[in-house]
Nanobody, 112 residues
């Protein structure tokens, strides 16, 4: 199983980023896919999830209305579109498959 995140970087407050997570080694379409994040000195926290069949989504209150999770089962990829970014969104963002498998993370820094 392999999960590879990409798309992180440095962005100014109010800006946008799109994270991607390319998956391999398992039946992607059967798994609930999630994003988590971990800021320096803090515990890893849930950000968003997208369910398999119907594509239903769920978000943490802190990102609701600003972030959008989506998936492309044909490409075995899950995305996180992040808009109206705030400095408190600064963290390493991790992709998760089925609450079991983790990627290595991608750094997102929101700063002027």
């Amino acid at each position: 199983v392999r999960l590879v995140e990409s798309g992180g970087g440095l962005v100014q407050p109010g800006g946008s980023l799109r994270l991607s997570c390319a998956a391999s080694g398992f039946t992607f379409s059967s798994f609930v896919m999630s994003w988590y994040r971990q800021a320096p000195g803090k515990e890893r926290e849930y950000v968003a999830a997208i369910f398999n069949a119907e594509g239903r989504t769920n978000y943490a209150d802190s990102v609701k209305g600003r972030f959008t999770i989506s998936r492309d089962n044909a490409k075995n990829t899950v995305y996180l579109q992040m808009n109206s970014l705030k400095p408190e969104d600064t963290a390493v963002y991790y992709c998760n498959a089925g609450s079991i498998h983790w990627g290595q993370g991608t750094q997102v820094t929101v700063s002027s």
